[in-house]
């Protein structure tokens, strides 16, 4: 039985480590599924974990983003989180992307509360700059993210975002997950 474990858990390792930080010139990729359950509590009261913090910046996904609080802000349908700090992230969105481009040497924690987020042509979470970027998945959500079939690149010599969530720092997700693909 422990043998079968450890054989599941190096299983479900590589093939996370090959979504996160996935660094291939292959442009097809398939869709993610992210489904979890943790020991925090989210709600309109949302409760974090004491290390975690109080949530700075609630990004609210749907056919129109809003972002109400500090270190965020909304362009063309790209959030760009530019600051260290929680970040509380619900809705739905068809066609919306997260970037954390944060030079601080803190800590940006994304709080998924129930989301649903689409990007056709890129990497729907991308994480550019960060000391660490920490993804929470709350325990009584269900967030997905979806990406699509063939990535549009910023220019022919970069391969890069091409994973459902992508990181060129450090990484760490909290919570349950599972993926499909």
């Given amino acids: 039985m422990k043998k079968k474990f450890i054989i599941l858990l ?3 390792t590589l093939c996370a480590s090959t979504i996160v930080c996935s660094k291939t010139s292959n442009t097809n990729n398939t869709n993610t599924t992210a489904q979890e359950t943790t020991n925090t509590v989210i709600n309109s009261d949302l409760k974090l974990d004491d290390d975690i913090g109080e949530v700075t910046c609630n990004i609210n996904l749907d056919s129109s983003i809003t972002v109400s609080g500090t270190g965020a802000t909304v362009s063309d349908n790209k959030v760009t989180i530019t600051s260290s700090g929680v970040y509380e ?7 919306c992307q997260i970037i954390v481009n944060s030079e601080s040497e803190e800590n940006v924690y994304l709080v998924l509360n129930n989301v649903n987020l689409t990007y056709e042509n890129s990497a729907p979470i991308y994480v ?3 000391k660490n970027a920490i993804l929470v998945l709350p325990d009584g959500t269900t967030n997905t993210i979806t990406d699509g079939d063939s990535y549009t690149f910023e220019d022919s010599t970069t391969d890069e975002p091409n994973a459902t969530i992508f990181s060129k720092d450090d990484l760490t997700i909290r919570g349950k997950w599972y993926f499909n693909s």
């Fill in 10 to 12: 190096t299983v479900v």
């Fill in 89 to 95: 992230i619900s809705g739905t969105s068809s066609n």
């Fill in 128 to 130: 550019q700059a960060a």
